[in-house]
């Protein structure tokens, strides 16, 4: 059964993380903009609320500090980064740090009442706010839940959003299902995607079970142009242990002085280098001494259960002491640095269609983000894209991420040479398997409608090829064996349907665009390490789009800020 929702909504968020929630609290509280939230799980369900270390923040408005905050993003970003929406990012991230303090969330402070900052990999001083020692993104879960239950005008919640409903070229509203299949048009005059990132891609991974990339695939299967989607940040610390997610040991630790070990106990690395370094460090380390796990050596800290109570209990769980025993740690997939191409105001390719945080591709991050940088994003570019929305802007312009769009194949080091691929598996079934065009068609075609277990096989078979042949290192050979997985569990999810069907389908068609896009980029920068391609090329210095379906008549990459 289908119904129209007849809720006159000004904008509906999809997702319930920082960058959803807090865009809905200010497009209520602020514009008095009627609100809908939609999420596949209950509001309170979402990645921030795993989000460890804390919000990178300049809050003493030192403009060198704000300015030295720039350049760590900058380095991490290893040449990608859109100059521009850093420049907005650190300059507006601590008003948006302290909207969330009036909203009652509770940051650390010190005997005198002063915000404590930790230092974290790839920043040059101490600068991150933080709350519950690392249970940051819990606590601004916690107050922007709060605000939305009172001012959301409605609340979707247990609603997969399965496509975005687009008429005469624009997106007006979203397409979802509840628990029992019954489907409902959620209409809104703008939508905002803020659905997170995809860690479900792979088999170890710090991203709840509910991390699958809904709203990256909604966004390719209705052609909207997204990038740097070969960038997949592996957090290097996080604990070594059957349980899934894995309990991550905050970038923190190391900040506060933790050391990283082999399992010889040497020490190999610099433990405060940006987090691809080191987990391309230990991955190689791991592979030289064929183990699988290093150590993280925090018997050195002072007062561990008072700083970091949340990761003490998570230790004690798992039978471990850090003041006595060695932590055994290995990188897991932890955050997907691009997504839906946007603008400076969080505006996508398509309008009507919006995006912030983890989803989105605003240039922030390049192809590595630096360490608390996310939760900022979420709320920076949340805020922007309402305030765009309220001043009536319409499309988007040729600024942040959206240049790489717009620029002409003239100026593109890399025009001519589009990423092609078909994100034809529909979450609704109707579905051609071949999502990999060009590179890998499935072993053989399902004829019978699968079981739940037969989905959650092929979903475990795609994760553990993934995690092989498109983790922290990979090669050409390495990732066409993984497209004929990814073939595989994409042509068994067009057959059936319901939630695991669907998620599944997503994964398939974010890791198709995942796989075409690395294989494309024949060179090793930030998060992406190309075995056979082992340094960076100056061809590259570009972000590849990926265009679903069609061959774009325009070109898909572009030149970066200068
Ligand atoms: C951490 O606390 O190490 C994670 C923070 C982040 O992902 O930026």
């Keep these: 059964m289908t119904f129209e929702d007849d809720a006159d909504l000004d904008l509906l968020v999809v997702g319930s993380g920082v ?43 030192d403009p060198d500090s704000t300015d030295l905050h720039l350049a760590d993003t900058l380095a991490a970003g290893a040449g990608l980064c859109d100059i521009d929406a850093v420049r907005v990012l650190v300059e507006e991230g601590p008003s948006r740090v302290r909207d969330l303090i009036t909203l009652g969330a509770a940051f650390d402070r010190d005997d005198q009442g002063r915000l404590e900052l930790a230092r974290e990999g790839g920043h040059s001083l101490a600068r991150v706010v933080h709350a519950g020692g690392a249970a940051t993104g819990a606590e601004i879960e916690r107050a922007l839940v709060a605000a939305v239950r009172r001012s959301a005008a409605a609340i979707h ?47 170890v991974t710090t991203n709840p079970i509910e991390a699958t990339g809904d709203g990256v695939a909604m966004a390719l299967r209705a052609g909207v142009a997204v990038a740097d989607v070969e960038f997949v940040q592996f957090h290097p610390t996080a604990l070594h242990h059957p349980r899934m997610p894995r309990p991550l040991l905050s970038e923190a630790l190391r900040g506060h002085g933790a050391l990283l070990r082999d399992t010889t106990g040497v020490q190999f690395v610099d433990e405060l280098l940006p987090r691809d370094q080191v987990s391309r460090a230990m991955t190689r380390r791991m592979l030289e001494l064929d183990v699988d796990h290093c150590w993280l050596d925090a018997t050195g800290l002072d007062h561990f259960v008072e700083r970091f109570p949340t990761i003490a209990s998570a230790l004690e769980e798992a039978g471990l002491d850090p003041s006595r025993d060695w ?19 969080g505006a996508s390719s398509l309008p009507g269609l919006w995006a912030a945080g983890e989803v989105a591709c605003s240039g922030v991050h390049g192809a590595n983000r630096l360490a608390s940088n996310s939760l900022l994003e979420g709320m920076v570019f949340g805020a922007r894209v309402v305030e765009a929305v309220q001043r009536g ?45 060009g590179q890998a068609s499935p072993t053989s075609i399902p004829t019978a409608i699968p079981t739940s277990a037969d989905i959650a096989g092929a979903r475990h078979r795609m994760q553990r090829a993934m995690t092989a042949g498109a983790g922290v290192l990979r090669d050409a050979d390495s990732l066409h064996r993984t497209a004929v997985a990814v073939a595989d569990a994409a042509a068994l999810a067009a057959q059936g349907s319901g939630a695991d069907c669907w998620e599944l389908a997503n994964l398939a068609t974010i890791a198709g665009a995942l796989l075409a896009a690395a294989t494309l980029r024949t060179e090793s920068r930030g998060a992406h390490t190309r075995e056979d391609f082992p340094s960076a090329s100056a061809e590259f210095t570009a972000r590849l789009v990926v265009t679903a379906g069609v061959r774009p008549a325009t070109p898909s990459a572009g030149r970066l800020s200068p």
């Design 19 to 61: 960058a959803g929630l807090s865009a809905a609290v200010r497009a209520a509280d602020t514009h008095g903009f009627r609100v809908g939230v939609l999420t596949k799980g209950d509001l309170e369900q979402s990645t921030t609320r795993w989000a460890q270390g804390g919000v990178a923040a300049v809050l003493s408005g």
């Design 157 to 203: 919640e247990n609603q997969f959003a399965l496509d975005l409903v687009v008429e005469a070229g624009r997106c007006v509203g979203v397409r979802a299902a509840d628990g029992t299949g019954v489907t409902r048009v959620v209409r809104a005059r703008h939508v905002l995607l803020a659905a997170g990132g995809a860690g479900q891609l792979f088999a």
């Design 327 to 345: 932590l055994p740690i290995a990188p897991a997939a932890h955050y997907l640095c691009g997504g839906i191409v946007t603008d400076l105001d």
């Design 393 to 437: 802007v319409e499309h988007a312009s040729a600024t942040g991420a959206m240049r790489s769009v717009s620029e002409t194949a003239d100026h593109s080091p890399i025009g001519g040479r589009p990423v092609e691929f078909r994100a034809d598996v529909s979450p609704l079934g109707a579905a051609a398997p071949d999502v990999m065009a």
